[in-house]
């Protein structure tokens, strides 16, 4: 599949083909995020960015409503995240309860933004078990601009998460690829 600006639609409704689609949330899987990345890499860097997000205490929620609760609050934080990102952009879960986005955005200040909103939006919405239990979740947020060396920026970004997790969860902490501390922030309400 050919990547390009237009090309990626954040309703993911061209993953048609079998192999591309994570079946529980309806959205792009490792495989095709890890190419289409791969292939806007060659063309076209600036105005994308990498994120990774990475659900919080995730093993509790299971442990303590059940796996179908779980399952419920994976396609909810999908769903969620689809309403967030502008047109351009792309959502993917990677497995588990990691998900990444290629997110289209003129400046890194703007991301960064999008990026607290998917945390805010994502900590508000609650899902409501059969039993009427409202059950919540937050996610930690890394995120690194998109260069040349794809591989490099998702390293990156995945760098940036294990932070966010370091620094207590329910944060965005966003890491540059120039090596200088003060280029690097973290953001949390
Ligand atoms: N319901 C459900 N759970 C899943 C799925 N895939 C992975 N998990 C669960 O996600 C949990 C991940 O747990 P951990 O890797 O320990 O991470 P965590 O509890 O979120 O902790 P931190 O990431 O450190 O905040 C495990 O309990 C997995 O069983 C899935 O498709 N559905």
Do not use: W
């Not at 769903?79 to 309860?97: D, M």
């Amino acid at each position: 599949m050919q990547i390009c600006n237009h090309s990626i639609d954040k309703y993911q409704s061209k993953l048609v083909a079998l192999g591309q689609k994570d079946e529980l949330t309806d959205i792009a899987n490792r495989r095709f995020f890890m190419s289409s990345i791969k292939q806007l890499a060659q063309k076209e860097q600036s105005n994308y960015f990498i994120l990774t997000l990475d659900l919080d205490h995730f093993k509790k929620l299971n442990d303590q409503y059940g796996h179908a609760v779980g399952d419920q609050a994976l396609i909810n934080v999908a769903n969620t995240i689809n309403t967030i990102i502008p047109n351009g952009s792309l959502l993917a879960r990677l497995g588990g309860e990691e998900f990444a986005i290629l997110l289209y955005s003129d400046t890194r200040d703007h991301a960064i933004a999008i990026s607290n909103n998917i945390r805010v939006a994502i900590a508000e919405h609650s899902i409501t078990t059969s039993k009427g239990e409202k059950v919540n979740c937050t996610t930690s947020i890394g995120i690194s601009p998109l260069t040349l060396d794809f591989s490099a920026s998702m390293q990156l970004s995945d760098k940036a998460l294990y932070q966010a997790k370091e620094k207590g969860r329910n944060c965005v902490v966003f890491l540059n690829n120039i090596p200088v501390q003060a280029e690097n922030n973290e953001y949390k309400n």
